[in-house]
């Protein structure tokens, strides 16, 4: 955020805070979440097969045997597509509804209900804050997406490795 600093005040603007997050959203997309999904779906590829079938014996396996065969870009098969779903496509179409629920929710069901459902929330909103209020929290949301998946599919591709290791090795015994 720092780079897109206003030299003068030193504050950063909202087309800066958007930039930036969507510079750390491609980053993290680049850096973790496109190699794990690679592995992921090599691994999710061999899904049914016998031990003695499998290509890859466990995410990292896959991973060097990606790299071995393929070369280290191997692992960013499908880079440009991860970008634009991590940085951009989800957050964006999804904003207005996150906004929306977010206020409902916070309002309770008791005492002053300012919003009656989903569409008078999206039409007071609109009318009260301008379109550009559909899409607050966009940054926070844009920031948080990436390492959230980063971190999910890590988690999955460690389960499945230790259900492979103590299912099925002991299935095919």
């Known amino acids: 955020q720092s780079a897109f600093k206003d030299p003068v005040t030193g504050k950063v603007s909202a087309q800066g805070r958007l930039a930036s997050g969507f510079g750390a959203g491609v ?22 097969l016998s031990t003695d ?8 396996h896959c991973a060097k045997t990606i790299v071995r065969e393929e070369g280290i870009f191997g692992l960013w098969s499908g880079a440009s597509p991860t970008v634009m779903r991590n940085g951009t496509a989800g957050p964006i179409c999804t904003g207005p509804f996150d906004v929306v629920k977010t206020r409902l929710m916070a309002q309770g069901r008791t005492g002053d209900i300012k919003y009656k459902g989903m569409f008078h929330a999206i039409r007071t909103i609109h009318a009260e804050e301008g379109l550009r209020a559909l899409w607050k929290g966009l940054l926070p949301r844009l920031m948080r997406i990436p390492p959230g998946q980063a971190i999910m599919w890590t988690v999955a591709d460690q389960v499945m490795g230790l259900y492979e290791r103590t299912y099925l090795q002991s299935a095919n015994v």
Do not use: N, S
């Open 53 to 60: 079938l499998l290509k890859y014996k466990g995410p990292i």
């Open 27 to 48: 980053l993290e997309a680049l850096v973790i979440v496109t190699p794990f999904e690679v592995v992921k779906i090599r691994l999710q590829q061999q899904k049914g």
